[in-house]
C-alpha cells in the first residue's frame, strides 16, 4: 500500500507571498493532520481534518489554513508568507479520526520543505 | 496541557552497544504513547505505539519500549544498536478524543563504528 504523499517536496517562495501545499493519505485513511517542524519549536501541531472538518487546530495564525477534499486529500495554505514560515511541513493520515476518548495511529508523509526568503 | 520531555538532546553509543532513550510525559489520564524516528531530510517513521494494555511493547527495526506509569515515562530500548539506527528520535503522546499529538523535543543518536 502506498505511504503518505505530498506534493511539492521543495518550495522556495519569498516574503509576501503564498504558498498550498497538498498532501494524500494513505489509502482509505480519512484523517489528515498536519505539522510544522523547525529547529527553533521543533514539531507542532497545525490542524487536523476528518471527512471535510477541521477537528482541530494548533496555535497558529490566521495566514495558516487548510482543507480537506472528499477523497481525503488534504491542502495547506499560507499567506502572506514570512521568513519565519521557513519549514519543513509534515502531514500525516491515519484511519479514524480519533474519536471516543482514542488517538489514532498517524503515519507521516516525506515533508515539504519551505523556503522563505 | 499535555506535554513531553526528552532530556537527552544528544547520545552517542558505539555499534553493538546497547540504547536507552528516555521520554516522560505530562498527562493526567492514560496517554496514547508513540515513538517515531527521522532521518535527515526525511518524515517521521513510527517505531512502536503504546494504548493500553502489556506495559512492554514491541516496535519494529528491534526496539522496544516500556510505559511506566509510576514514573510517567515511556523509554525506547535496543539491545544492540547498528550504524544505520543514527537519527532524530521523537516520543510523543496523544490524548485521545483527536490525533493532535505532542511531540518532544527529540534526541539526536549517533553510532560510533
Known amino acids: 500500500k502506498a505511504g503518505v504523499t505530498q506534493t511539492p517536496r521543495y518550495l522556495i517562495k519569498t516574503r509576501g507571498q503564498q504558498v498550498t501545499l497538498s498532501c494524500s493519505p494513505i489509502?482509505?485513511?480519512?484523517?489528515v493532520s498536519w505539522y510544522q517542524q523547525t529547529p527553533g519549536q521543533g514539531l507542532q501541531f497545525l490542524f487536523e481534518y476528518f471527512s471535510e472538518t477541521q477537528r482541530n487546530k494548533g496555535n497558529f495564525p490566521g495566514r495558516f489554513s487548510g482543507r480537506q477534499f472528499s477523497n481525503s486529500r488534504s491542502e495547506m495554505n499560507v499567506s502572506t508568507l514570512e521568513l519565519g514560515d521557513s519549514a519543513l511541513y509534515l502531514c500525516?493520515?491515519?484511519f479514524g479520526p480519533g474519536t471516543g476518548g482514542l488517538t489514532d495511529t498517524q503515519y507521516f508523509g516525506p515533508g515539504t520543505r519551505l523556503t522563505v526568503l | 496541557a499535555q506535554s513531553v520531555t526528552q532530556p537527552d538532546i544528544h547520545i552517542t553509543v558505539s555499534e553493538g552497544a546497547s540504547l536507552e532513550l528516555r521520554c516522560n510525559y505530562s498527562?493526567?489520564?492514560?496517554?496514547?504513547l508513540f515513538w517515531y524516528v527521522q532521518s535527515p531530510g526525511q518524515g517521521l517513521q513510527l517505531l512502536l505505539k503504546?494504548?493500553?494494555?502489556?506495559?512492554l511493547v514491541q516496535g519494529i527495526k528491534g526496539f522496544e519500549a516500556e510505559f511506566k506509569r509510576s514514573q510517567s515515562s515511556f523509554n525506547l530500548r535496543k539491545p544492540s544498536v547498528h550504524w544505520s539506527d543514527a537519527a532524530e528520535y521523537f516520543c510523543a503522546v496523544g490524548t485521545g478524543g483527536g490525533n493532535k499529538l505532542t511531540f518532544g523535543t527529540g534526541t539526536q543518536l549517533k553510532v560510533e563504528l
Open positions: 500525516a493520515s491515519s
Open positions: 503504546y494504548f493500553s494494555g502489556d506495559t
Open positions: 489509502s482509505g485513511h480519512r484523517s
Open positions: 498527562y493526567g489520564a492514560t496517554p496514547y
